[in-house]
C-alpha cells in the first residue's frame, strides 16, 4: 500500500482523546460474523543461516509456515508475500550510521569493519552472516505491511511470525535482533491509531522496544519476562516504569524460574485486564516468543503451548486490531508447534492433535503431536505470595494513571524521526543510568554456545522480591 495515503495525517482535535484516553470505541473491531485475519509470509526468510552453533535457527520459520499449510489454515486467512522494508523506512527508527554498517559489511569484508564491531555490538551474539541486511529488510517488511493493513481496516489481526525482534536498539544489534520491526510497525500505527499497546510474552525482556517509546505516552509497554538482575538483557525490572510523558507507561512483570501455566495465564489475565482498562488502546501488538515455552534450549519457564496460546486468546477477545509477531523461540520443533497452534487460535480453528503429513515430519519425531509434554523441567521458584506482590506493583502503577489529571496525548508530528530524535538525550541518559547502578552486560554469555543453557545468575537482592 502507497504510504502516501497517511504520511501527512495527524490528529485533528476531535479524534485526540479528551483527558487520558478515549472514552469512544471508535477504534475497536466492527461486528463481524468471523475475525478478518492476514498472514505475512516471505518463502525466503527462513533460508538465513546465523552460523552452526548458534541459536537462532531462521529455518523455524519454514517449519511453522509447513504445519500451517498442511493443517489448512491458510484457507481461513488471507495470505500476503510481504515487500522488503526500504533502507528509508528502516530509517524511519535506526540511525543512518548503523543502517549503513549493516548494508555494506559481510564474512568476506568483515575484517574492514572490525573497528565498528563494539560500537554496532556484532560479534558472539549478533554475527555477520550471509545476506544478513536483506533478512532484516525481510521480517521488518512484514511488521511494516502488517501494520498498514491495521491502518486500512484490511484485517482485524495480522500476523508475521518472521518478526518480533525486540532487542535491536536505535544504533546497535542485540540479542540476535539487528532491526526493530517491533517499532518499526509500531511508528507506522501511531500514523493513525491514538494509541498502541505492546505486549510481550517472550522469556526476554523486550528492551528495545521499551527503550524506543520510555518517554511518550502514546505506546504502553508490558514485558513478561524472567527477572533476576543476571539473566539477558538484564533490564526489566518492576521500577522500570517510563520517564517524563512516559512515566507509568512501561509496565514490567519480572518473574522467577520454572512458573507454571496456571500461575502465568491467571498473572497475564489479571494484569492485562488492568491495563486494558486504563490504557484503552486503540491497537494492539503482541510479541509471543516462543522461549518462554517449557523445555526451550535459552529458556527456564514450565510454559505449555496451550496456555501460551491461551495468553494470544486473552489478547484476541479484547477485540482490538491486532499485529501478532513472532520473537525467541530456539527449540525449533516446539517454535513451529506454538506458533502453528497460536494461528489456529486466531482464526478460531481447532487442530487435530496428529501433526498432518509434511516435509519437515522428522523434525517432531518422536511423537510427532501437535502438544508435546512441556511442563515441570524446572522448579518453580513463583511462590503464590511473591505473585501477589508482583500483582499489586503493577496494579499500584496503573492506579497512578487512573489518579492524574487530565492529560492530552502526544499529538503524533508529520516528521516520525522527530518525534524519537526528540527523547534521544533522556532516553541515553536512562539507559546509562541503568547500565551504571545494575552493571547490565549487553551479550547473552558465552553459554549457549556450550550446553543450550542461558544465563542463570542468581536473583538480585531487592526487598520486594523478598518473600521472607
Known amino acids: 500500500m502507497p504510504s502516501s495515503s497517511y504520511d501527512n495525517a495527524t490528529f485533528s482535535q476531535d479524534q485526540r482523546s479528551k483527558g487520558r484516553y478515549m472514552t469512544d470505541k471508535q477504534y475497536r473491531l466492527a461486528s463481524h460474523n468471523k475475525t478478518r485475519v492476514a498472514y505475512f509470509h516471505d518463502e525466503g526468510v527462513g533460508n538465513y543461516h546465523y552460523g552452526e552453533r548458534h541459536p537462532m535457527k531462521p529455518h523455524r520459520l519454514t517449519l511453522t509456515n509447513h504445519l500451517v499449510l ?13 515487500r522488503r522494508a526500504t533502507d528509508d523506512e528502516i530509517l524511519n527508527f535506526h540511525s543512518s550510521d548503523y543502517v549503513d554498517f549493516l548494508k555494506r559489511v559481510t564474512p568476506d569484508n568483515a575484517d574492514q ?27 521488518a517488511g512484514a511488521s511494516i505491511e502488517a501494520s498498514r493493513k491495521l491502518i486500512a481496516n484490511g484485517a482485524d489481526i495480522c500476523i508475521n511470525w518472521s518478526g518480533g525482534l525486540h532487542h535491536a536498539k536505535k544504533s546497535e544489534a542485540s540479542g ?35 527503550e524506543a517509546f520510555y518517554s511518550t ?32 507507561y512501561s509496565v514490567n512483570v519480572p518473574l522467577r524460574d520454572g512458573i507454571d501455566d496456571d ?46 496460546g491461551r495468553c494470544v486468546q486473552i489478547m484476541k477477545d479484547y477485540q482490538i486490531p491486532l499485529m501478532v509477531v513472532g520473537g525467541g523461540g530456539y527449540t525449533v520443533r516446539n517454535v513451529a508447534r506454538c506458533w502453528t497452534y497460536e494461528t489456529s487460535v486466531l ?64 499529538e503524533i508530528p508529520p516528521d516520525i524521526q522527530g518525534f524519537l530524535d526528540g527523547e534521544e538525550e533522556q532516553r541515553d541518559r536512562r539507559s546509562d543510568a541503568m547500565k551504571d547502578e545494575r552493571g547490565v552486560d549487553r551479550h547473552h554469555g558465552n553459554g549457549w554456545y556450550h550446553d543450550d543453557k542461558d544465563n542463570d545468575g542468581e536473583a538480585e537482592d531487592s526487598s520486594w522480591m523478598d518473600t521472607d
Not at 569493519?113 to 521480517?139: A, K, L, S
Request: proline share 5%; glycine share 6%.
Open 70 to 82: 498442511n493443517y489448512g489454515l491458510h484457507e481461513k486467512m488471507e495470505i500476503f508475500q510481504p
Open 113 to 139: 569493519f572490525e573497528q565498528w564491531f563494539q560500537r554496532f555490538n556484532v560479534g558472539d551474539d549478533c554475527p555477520i552472516f550471509d545476506g544478513m541486511y536483506d533478512f532484516c529488510q525481510r521480517y
Open 176 to 210: 540476535f535482533c539487528y532491526v526493530n520491526d517491533i517499532v518499526l510497525g509500531t511508528l507506522e500505527l501511531l500514523r493513525y491509531f491514538p494509541r498502541v499497546l505492546y505486549v510481550d510474552i517472550d522469556i526476554h525482556h523486550g528492551d528495545g522496544v521499551q
Open 217 to 248: 505516552d502514546r505506546v504502553m509497554t508490558v514485558s513478561f519476562h524472567k527477572y533476576n538482575g543476571d539473566f539477558f538483557p538484564a533490564t526489566g525490572h518492576i521500577d522500570e516504569i517510563g520517564t517524563s510523558l512516559g512515566k507509568y
Open 263 to 308: 500461575a502465568y495465564v491467571w498473572l497475564f489475565k489479571e494484569v492485562m485486564d488492568a491495563v486494558m482498562g486504563t490504557f484503552q488502546p486503540s491497537a494492539i501488538v503482541l510479541q509471543c516468543g516462543a522461549d518462554s515455552l517449557g523445555c526451550d534450549r535459552l529458556g527456564v519457564f514450565n510454559l505449555s503451548i496451550r496456555a501460551h
Open 347 to 410: 482464526v478460531d480453528t481447532e487442530l487435530d492433535e496428529n501433526l498432518p503429513p509434511n516435509d519437515y515430519r522428522t523434525f517432531f519425531k518422536p511423537d510427532f503431536k501437535l502438544h508435546p509434554d512441556l511442563k515441570g523441567r524446572v522448579e518453580n521458584q513463583n511462590d503464590r505470595r511473591y505473585l501477589l506482590k508482583v500483582r499489586e506493583r503493577v496494579m499500584e502503577q496503573l492506579r497512578y494513571l487512573d489518579a492524574a489529571p487530565s492529560i492530552q496525548m502526544q
